[in-house]
């Protein structure tokens, strides 16, 4: 048998589940950022590998700071809870500072040091404009947050963060994030009919991977000879309900990526795409919007897409 390297990052304990989770990040580094966000230079193009679904996000999060901006609030704070390489910061500091926001506190965190890192350089320049503060912490998102009640205008928590979070801290995590949040709380979670995904990088960077619903538990054999394995959780949309409805409304649950990942054609295989094919994306978006809610469709999205708000604000 080929000699391997073995990396277990297993939920044994509590105590080791941040360190197990944080070393398969770090040893992604600047692949999970390529994989994950696409070219750091094209921050708005989407070009990662969860290019539809990001879009949607983002037309979600930009309303609401467009609305913020043209309500005349001077002062925006944000908050990306396991905001890996930074790029969702980056998007919303640069949007708001162009909108005429004078003071931008947002604050990321992570349990993976060399994607706080990469963070922190890929925001260097943003971190110098005027009434921007924009810094990135290691941080455990099972512990208490250490933000204050009803402080956060936009609460972020993308990209299946949730899905590392074990069963015993989901509803404490869930009602953290809840708390803390005066404004918006966007949530998206990889569900349980999901496309296959190893999360650290892209499916071709693994020759076999299993993941074990019966046990929350996916195992990776990558192509340059490491064996990964952790705990994940896949979500069903109404686990996330159960989870925030306790604490925070939830105006929109919803899939995202039903169908475009599934038909999206591959350089190497497909031709080019024409005019001609225009008319077939526009038919695939109206896909989407008719059973983004759908109870049969929405657990096989890539992921799903929760906003919600305080009561206070779904009342005004």
Excluded at 192 to 197: D, V
Aim: with cysteine; hydrophobic share 40%; glycine share 6%.
């Amino acid at each position: 048998m080929q000699a391997r390297t073995i990396l277990k990052l297993r939920v044994a304990q509590d105590a080791h589940v941040a360190n197990d989770i944080a070393h398969a990040y770090d040893r992604a580094g600047a692949r999970y950022l390529d994989y994950a966000d696409g070219a750091p230079a094209d921050l708005f193009d989407f070009g990662g590998g969860y290019c539809y679904g990001d879009r949607r996000v983002w037309q979600a999060i930009e309303a609401k700071l467009v609305a913020f901006a043209e309500a005349g609030q001077q002062r925006l704070t944000v908050l990306d809870a396991g905001c890996g390489p930074g790029t969702w910061l980056r998007r919303i500091v640069t949007r708001a500072h162009l909108l005429g926001i004078r003071e931008i506190s947002a604050t990321g965190f992570d349990i993976s040091g060399e994607q706080i890192a990469i963070a922190r350089l890929q925001t260097s320049a943003l971190r110098q404009l005027p009434g921007v503060s924009l810094r990135f912490e290691e941080r455990d998102l099972v512990t208490p947050l250490t933000e204050d009640d009803a402080s956060v205008d936009l609460c972020l928590c993308l990209n299946g963060v949730l899905n590392h979070v074990s069963a015993a801290h989901r509803a404490s995590v869930a009602a953290e994030l809840a708390r803390v949040t005066t404004g918006k709380l966007f949530v998206t979670v990889r569900t349980c009919g999901s496309p296959p995904s190893i999360f650290i990088d892209r499916v071709d960077a693994a020759t076999d991977f299993h993941h074990d619903g019966g046990t929350d538990r996916l195992e990776i054999e990558l192509r340059d000879g490491h064996h990964v394995e952790f705990d994940l959780h896949l979500f069903h949309a109404g686990e996330v309900r159960s989870l925030f409805a306790p604490h925070i409304d939830i105006a929109r649950l919803s899939g995202l990526d039903i169908f475009h990942s599934r038909f999206a054609p591959d350089p190497r295989w497909n031709p080019a795409e024409d005019a001609k094919d225009a008319a077939f994306h526009h038919d695939l978006e109206l896909l989407e919007q008719t059973y983004a809610v759908d109870p049969h469709f929405i657990d096989h999205a890539t992921h799903v897409l929760m906003i919600a708000e305080p009561q206070q604000v779904m009342e005004r």
